[in-house]
């Protein structure tokens, strides 16, 4: 990245000479499998990628925060002692929510100036708001020597995003976005917060993540209802069995007690959370001895369980994953993050990648009218300042 592009922009945005600026730099990330996990306790494997929001910062000698991004509208000013939620901010609330937070916890930043600028889809499910959360909580941590741990911040800006801006979703983003190092991709235990990086040694293959570029709309309440389910779920089989979290069974013993559920919708949830789980800790073992093809029969499989029993994909999303399960070459493809829209995720052969793009792109315009962007993914490292 140029960092010069993004001192222009503050200089832009703030009118002035753009003296004396911090660099940081937040990613993205994808979910390789684990999916609606890690609000159940279960195990999941993002990476962090090479796609993220830049960001120039300066402190200011007051309380005021102004924010400013080359991507997106408007430009906000707030004074750090009135910082509340308002629809017109759009995106600067995400900002906001980490400054608030920070505040609530008896952190004391001051006044700072913050430009962003972003190389990846906003709203296409690879976490744009995490990496946005997470580059604010690195800002104002390096800016003013907060001492906030790296775990912490990933936990501060996930109760930011659930608090403040009022989206309910687990961990996993902002973990990922905080923790993520190149060439690996993290092993999360979302009931304890254990995690181990898993070198991501794919050989000739490639990450190849496809947008569907579908308008989501009702994607909060729908994610918002499939927690209500798990939990309905979760409380019809504690009174049959000692857990904490649905995770917490293992197939067998999910089979032995799911009659206790008393609706069929709320099983179907169950069933995906503990098969998947399943399957996330069969595609770690399978990746650490080389299995690629089990690894991607496994993503095969999470796709179409989150398809059947989760009921969180889309049309879009399986006609992408089902023409990516055509081309030779494709090891696995499957629907990554939320749902209701976003991308895929596919493990493709690098000779395969052209005939991918190309069979998967028209297909998916014949049968959607869409047009689909792709992104050979690379991951990258978590939040953090860019040292010159
Ligand atoms: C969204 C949420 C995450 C996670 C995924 C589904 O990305 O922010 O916490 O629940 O959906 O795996």
């Known amino acids: 990245m140029d960092l010069q592009s993004i001192k222009d922009g503050f200089a ?26 890690d609000y159940n306790g279960g195990y999941v494997f993002p990476c962090a990628l090479n796609l993220g929001i830049y960001s120039a910062a300066r402190k200011r000698g007051d309380s005021l925060i102004r924010l400013a991004s080359g991507n997106m509208e408007p430009k906000v000013t707030v004074d750090s002692a009135h910082i509340f939620y308002d ?33 990846m889809p906003n709203n296409a499910g690879l976490s744009s708001s995490a990496a946005i959360e997470l580059l604010t909580c690195a800002v104002s941590d390096r800016l003013f020597d907060l001492g906030v741990g790296s775990i912490e911040r990933a936990k501060l800006c996930q109760r930011a995003e659930n608090g403040f801006v009022g989206v309910n979703c687990g961990i996993m983003d902002q973990f990922a976005s905080g923790m993520g190092k190149k060439d690996n991709a993290i092993l999360l235990d979302c009931s304890t917060l254990e995690y181990q990086y898993v070198p991501l040694k794919l050989g000739d293959y490639r990450l190849i993540i496809s947008n569907t570029n579908k308008k989501r709309g009702l994607t909060d309440s729908k994610y918002n209802e499939r927690r209500e389910e798990c939990e309905r779920a979760l409380h019809d089989l504690q009174k049959v069995c000692d857990i904490k979290n649905l995770c917490d069974l293992s197939a067998d013993d999910f089979e032995k007690y799911k009659n206790a559920i008393g609706d069929s919708v709320a099983c179907n949830r169950a069933a995906h959370a503990v098969y998947e789980n399943a399957r996330t800790k069969a595609a770690v073992k399978a990746l650490n001895t080389g299995n690629l093809r089990e690894f991607g029969k496994l993503m095969n499989l999470s796709h179409v369980s989150l398809r059947d029993l989760y009921g969180v994909s889309c049309t879009e999303l399986d006609v992408l994953a089902e023409a990516a399960w055509n081309v030779e070459g494709v090891l696995g493809s499957r629907m990554t993050g939320a749902g209701f829209g976003g991308c895929t995720v596919s493990v493709v052969h690098k000779d395969a990648a052209d005939s991918f793009i190309k069979n998967v792109g028209e297909t998916y315009k014949t049968r959607t009218g869409l047009t689909a962007d792709f992104y050979i993914a690379e991951t990258g490292d978590g939040a953090g300042e860019i040292i010159k």
């Open 12 to 37: 832009r945005a703030f009118g002035d000479t753009g003296e004396g600026l911090r660099f940081f730099y937040a990613p993205g990330r994808v979910n390789l499998i684990g999916e609606h996990l």
């Open 87 to 119: 629809t017109k901010d759009g995106w600067a609330n995400y900002p906001k929510a980490v400054i608030h937070e920070l505040l609530r916890m008896g952190y004391t930043p001051g006044g700072f100036d913050l430009y962003v600028w972003g190389d």
